[in-house]
T-cell receptor, first 113, second 114 residues
Framework: GENVEQHPSTLSVQEGDSAVIKCTYS??????FPWYKQELGKRPQLIID?????GEKKDQRIAVTLNKTAKHFSLHITETQPEDSAVYFC????????????FGTGTRLKVLA | SQTIHQWPATLVQPVGSPLSLECTVE??????LYWYRQAAGRGLQLLFY??????ISSEVPQNLSASRPQDRQFILSSKKLLLSDSGFYLC?????????????FGEGSRLTVL
């Protein structure tokens, strides 16, 4: 079945440094790749997404890249701030005629002041 | 804009007791609806999704069930809870009208089975 692997499971960076989280997906027909941020005890919220016809997308300090051939996509956060500390989830949406979203296992990011 | 209401927000249930979690949606119609479970420190596991009234797809065979009696209502149930059912249950919707692909999550229901 469909699967999304996410690495690393935890990541600590110094404030101001960059953070990179990587995901791979199994279904080559997947066409939509969102990233969600979940603060402690709260619901996940979309921070950025990318579709399969685009290789890169940026939104201020956040960027996502997609390599369809290798079936992997990455989240890049530059100039990290303490408020970036949270759990980040990647997801993929297979296009097998269904509408389910498969999530990665999450990355706990800690930004050290 | 879309709004998702989930209740109860927290509950503690004994093993073997029944469960009913409710999710209602406002601000859109005919959404795709989803139930996800998040165990402590773990990822988001898709349990059920629905593309319309009475249409339920199950992703994980277990003692849970879901129903969609109305367009904007999604219910997660169990006849007998297990310890392993403890977790954070999130209802989510995809707004077909907006067509963005984004999943919107509710505030979640935290279940502890003792």
């Amino acid at each position: 079945g469909e699967n999304v692997e996410q690495h690393p499971s935890t990541l600590s960076v110094q404030e101001g440094d960059s953070a990179v989280i990587k995901c791979t997906y199994s279904d080559s027909a997947s066409n939509y790749f969102p990233w969600y941020k979940q603060e402690l005890g709260k619901r996940p919220q979309l921070i950025i997404d990318i579709r399969s016809n685009v290789g890169e997308k940026k939104d201020q300090r956040i960027a996502v890249t997609l390599n369809k051939t290798a079936k992997h996509f990455s989240l890049h956060i530059t100039e990290t701030q303490p408020e970036d500390s949270a759990v980040y989830f990647c997801a993929a949406r297979p296009t097998s005629g269904t509408y389910k979203y498969i999530f990665g296992t999450g990355t706990r990011l800690k930004v050290l002041a | 804009s879309q709004t998702i209401h989930q209740w109860p927000a927290t509950l503690v249930q004994p093993v073997g007791s029944p469960l009913s979690l409710e999710c209602t949606v406002e601000g859109t119609s005919n959404p795709n609806l989803y139930w996800y479970r998040q165990a402590a420190g773990r990822g988001l596991q898709l349990l059920f999704y629905s593309v319309g009234i009475g249409q339920i797809s199950s992703e994980v065979p277990q003692n849970l069930s879901a129903s969609r009696p109305q367009d904007r209502q999604f219910i997660l149930s169990s006849k007998k809870l297990l310890l392993s059912d403890s977790g954070f249950y999130l209802c989510a919707l995809r707004d077909r009208v907006a067509g963005t692909g984004e999943l919107f999550f509710g505030e979640g229901s935290r279940l502890t089975v003792l």
